[in-house]
């Protein structure tokens, strides 16, 4: 029997477990809420392996020493990211990370679509107006997909099937992206950066957060932009500078903004603040303005990527613990 435990495991994905340990009954899978950490690294003992999904970084060398006394040879991450684990010490520790690289693209690129609807058709303003019994139709024409350009900046796993989708809804796609993937020949037109602030209707955010991304959509670029634009990001927060943003949005630069993503959000996202002040000003401004729609980082949240996390995570961790390599390995040399 080989023994795992799972750190920091939501409701949502009991269920997934569950129905995996119906097709693994060699394999027994404890679960636990809380993150690794110092204090917690003895929950460890005894098991073969452990996948965790957690924001707070681990960087006590403590962690890692632990779990190489303890004999477990692998940390398999049940996230994209990885930038919570400190590599050279899981490596000086015999350890090997895996992370899921892509648990579906779809799922981010849906919520896309959603934020674009939803502000195309002026809901935002519809549901507002209706809160206060007004049914008003002032303002509420709108344009339709078909006849817009969407332009993405990174097409690549997510930006891809943006692009599928919008031109799947006759919209015209262009993109920019150092990287031509001869796959969307069909689907997009590659262009410039500016050409995309320029022409298109909406304009939406794929890029990683990179030194060469940071702030990428910045004064100058919604300067660019059309006032009647729709921009929406779902990538990472700091592509944009969010006090240029909200500029944008108050001055009339740009018509509209849906985001998923704000910088500094880690500490206020998945969090309840109905009771205690929520602390990000940028986000508070956000939320009070007509022409933003804002979801707190929910783009990847659907059935089908947290069992994705889940099945890849463990297959992976399965992997390693049987001497094995997985194709998930990251690389210490980053
Ligand atoms: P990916 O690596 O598959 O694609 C990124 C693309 O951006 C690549 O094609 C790359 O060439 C391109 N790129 C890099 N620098 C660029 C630049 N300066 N200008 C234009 N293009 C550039 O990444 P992905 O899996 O598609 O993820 C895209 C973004 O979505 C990431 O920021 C990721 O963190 C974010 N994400 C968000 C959620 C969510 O819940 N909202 C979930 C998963 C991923």
């Given at each position: ?32 809420r ?23 970084l ?7 020493q ?7 040879k ?21 350890l ?103 022409e ?54 740009i ?35 007509d ?5 707190p ?38």
């Amino acid at each position: 029997m080989t023994k795992l435990l799972l750190f920091n495991v939501l409701d949502d994905e009991i269920g997934v477990i569950d129905q995996w340990l119906a097709k693994n009954p060699t394999v027994q899978i404890d679960t636990n809420r809380v993150t690794l950490t110092a204090e917690t690294v003895d929950l460890a003992q005894g098991y073969d392996g452990i996948v965790l999904q957690q924001d707070n970084l681990i960087d006590d060398p403590v962690i890692y020493q632990k779990l190489h006394e303890f004999g477990i040879k692998q940390i398999s991450l049940r996230t994209t990211g990885y930038e919570t684990v400190d590599l050279k010490a899981a490596a000086a520790n015999d350890l090997v990370v895996t992370n899921v690289p892509a648990y579906s693209p779809r799922s981010v690129s849906e919520l896309v679509l959603a934020h674009t609807m939803w502000l195309l058709r002026h809901l935002n303003v519809a549901a507002k107006r209706e809160s206060q019994n007004d049914f008003t139709w002032e303002n509420l024409q709108a344009r339709e997909i078909h006849e817009l350009t969407v332009g993405i900046i990174g097409a690549g796993k997510i930006g891809s099937e943006v692009a599928r989708i919008f031109k799947a809804l006759g919209s015209h796609v262009i993109v920019s992206d150092p990287v031509h993937r001869p796959e969307l020949n069909s689907v997009v037109t590659y262009v410039d950066q500016e050409t995309v602030f320029k022409e298109a209707d909406i304009i939406t955010m794929h890029t990683p957060l990179l030194d060469s991304t940071y702030h990428v959509v910045n004064e100058a670029a919604f300067q660019m932009m059309k006032p009647t634009a729709i921009f929406i990001n779902a990538s990472r927060g700091a592509v944009v500078d969010t006090p240029a943003l909200l500029s944008a949005l108050k001055t009339g630069e740009i018509a509209a903004a849906g985001i998923d993503t704000i910088e500094n959000e880690a500490d206020i996202f998945s969090k309840d603040f109905s009771q205690s002040k929520q602390p990000n000003e940028w986000l508070q401004e956000l939320l009070s303005l007509d022409n933003a729609t804002v979801s707190p980082h929910i783009g990847f949240y659907t059935d089908i990527a947290v069992k994705n996390m889940v099945e890849i995570s463990l297959a992976d961790a399965l992997t390693v613990i049987a001497g094995k390599h997985s194709a998930h390995e990251i690389s210490t040399e980053e």
